[in-house]
């Protein structure tokens, strides 16, 4: 797990989840991600490190990215190489880090979103840690960070903050709830799109420019949405910021039928509350 600043690693998502309240709650009245195969767990973790983003931040397979490389300003910077890493905690610890962004030797964490993963549901936690331990130990434990002057400088003055600050900090401030039929598209909304559209899905303005408040969703008919978060196509192939195609392609495109068509709902269903 990683140092990261607000640059383009935080750039580009638009959220999706799930089907209908019976489906999108497990027999313990959990919302989760949809399990499309219930008696394979690894399956459904593997699925998740792909939807949350854990394939494409620490690089395929796992091992270790260096995503960050300009040692005069924000420093040089390594996703941590998981199938080393991962074997060293328990699995409390390891969820403990997820939720938390607290590592069991080295303290605080840097851009982990864990702000994101305190919302993960027991049943998508259980198989995310399950599949992680499965990866086989590939390559060297990745370079602890180094942040350089502009990182050290955010960090300072507090524009940049650890993982456990966030996690703290916006627990309580989610996205709007649209009513039960709603629950799923809203909660994969929490650990996905919230990292870079807001913990309100309201969009703001970063360096890299401005990030859309998720209304924009109701303007799209649910065939549009689906072909858009699967490819990053728009509607009339309006031009958008290429790090949302990859994430479309990458990540949402391994979201279910059921989870896409949630998400959509939710969205549509939150354009159309009071603002």
Not at 115 to 122: G, I, M, P
Not at 136 to 160: C, D, H, N, Y
Request: glycine letters at 8%; charged letters at 20%; hydrophobic letters at 40%.
């Amino acid at each position: 797990m990683v140092f990261r600043h607000f640059g383009p690693a935080l750039l580009a998502i638009i959220a999706l989840g799930a089907c209908s309240a019976d489906k999108a709650v497990r027999d313990n009245g959990e919302v989760a991600f949809e399990n499309t195969t219930p008696g394979n767990l690894l399956e459904h973790g593997k699925r998740l490190t792909f939807v949350l983003g854990c394939q494409g931040c620490h690089g395929k397979g796992m091992v270790g990215n260096k995503w960050d490389d300009d040692p005069a300003e924000y420093g040089v910077m390594w996703a941590s190489n998981l199938t080393r890493a991962v074997p060293l905690m328990s699995d409390s610890q390891l969820e403990n880090l997820l939720r938390r962004g607290t590592h069991p030797s080295r303290g605080d964490l840097w851009a982990m979103p864990s702000e994101l993963f305190q919302h993960l549901s027991a049943a998508d936690m259980t198989a995310l840690i399950a599949y992680l331990r499965t990866l086989p130990a590939i390559g060297p434990l990745s370079p602890p960070p180094a942040p350089g002057p502009k990182a050290r400088a955010e960090i300072t003055s507090g524009a940049f903050k650890p993982a456990a600050a966030m996690v703290t900090e916006l627990h309580d401030v989610l996205p709007i709830e649209a009513g039960p039929a709603y629950a799923q598209g809203r909660y994969i909304t929490m650990v996905t799109c919230a990292e870079c559209h807001g913990p309100k899905l309201e969009g703001h303005t970063s360096e890299e420019g401005k990030i859309p408040d998720l209304i924009v969703a109701g303007t799209y008919s649910s065939p549009e949405f689906d072909h858009f978060i699967t490819t990053g196509v728009t509607p009339g192939n309006r031009k958008i910021h290429p790090l949302m195609v990859q994430v479309a392609q990458s990540r949402f495109s391994k979201l279910t039928p059921v989870e896409r068509k949630a998400v959509y709902d939710y969205l549509h269903a939150r354009a159309m509350l009071p603002q």
